[in-house]
């Protein structure tokens, strides 16, 4: 898993909850990059989820709910690192459409070792997207929140309901509403 993962955790966790946590989880002695993390480098994606699971123990939330806060947070990082990979979307279904095929492709040239999920997408209607998160990885909840920063990003809340495709997390489905589409009037 690539460092900026890493990084913008460890930051998200020094924001949130303060350094003295931060040092916490990094002391560690499971992680074989000693807690030491480079945003260019790569590491073991087993250490992102220690880090987590040490995270949820420590402050007693549950795993979803971290996993889902850090993506929002993730999302913001992905502006700022990379808005280019903004410019082409005007709409958020637009985005999301363009994340397995765009956004993700581009990221692979960037960082050849990336490991990521794929995305498969289909309109229902036009206010509601179906999105298939599929990944060795199960970072299904990663992907929730960094849907939900999209939606707000472009200005559009969304419901978003995440169903499970299989037991080991590695297939997820989530069928994405923009809110107040549901209204009678449309
Ligand atoms: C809403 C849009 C997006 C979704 C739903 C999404 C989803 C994900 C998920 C769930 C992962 C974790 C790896 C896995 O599950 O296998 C991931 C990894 C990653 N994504 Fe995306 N992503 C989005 C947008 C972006 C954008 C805009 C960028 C950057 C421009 C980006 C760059 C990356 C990078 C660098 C990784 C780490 C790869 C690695 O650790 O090797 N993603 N993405």
Known sequence: ???????????????????????DLLANPALKSGGVYSSVGTYDHMEIVMLVVA?????????????????????????????????HSTDAFGFLEGVDQEVHVEVLKLYPDAELPSFETKRLSSNVLQMDYRSERSMGDLAFGLIEACGAHYGEGFDIVATPQSDDGKHVQFVVTRQGSNASHG
Do not use: C, D, S
Not at 10 to 17: C, G, Q, S
Not at 58 to 67: C, H
């Open 1 to 23: 898993m690539k460092g900026i993962v890493f990084t913008e955790f460890l930051e998200m966790v020094e924001e949130k909850f303060g350094m003295e946590v931060v040092n």
């Open 55 to 87: 995270l949820g123990k420590r402050t007693g939330i549950e795993l979803p709910a971290l996993l889902r806060a850090f993506g929002q947070y993730l999302f913001g990082t992905f502006k700022r690192a990379y808005p280019h990979m903004f410019e």
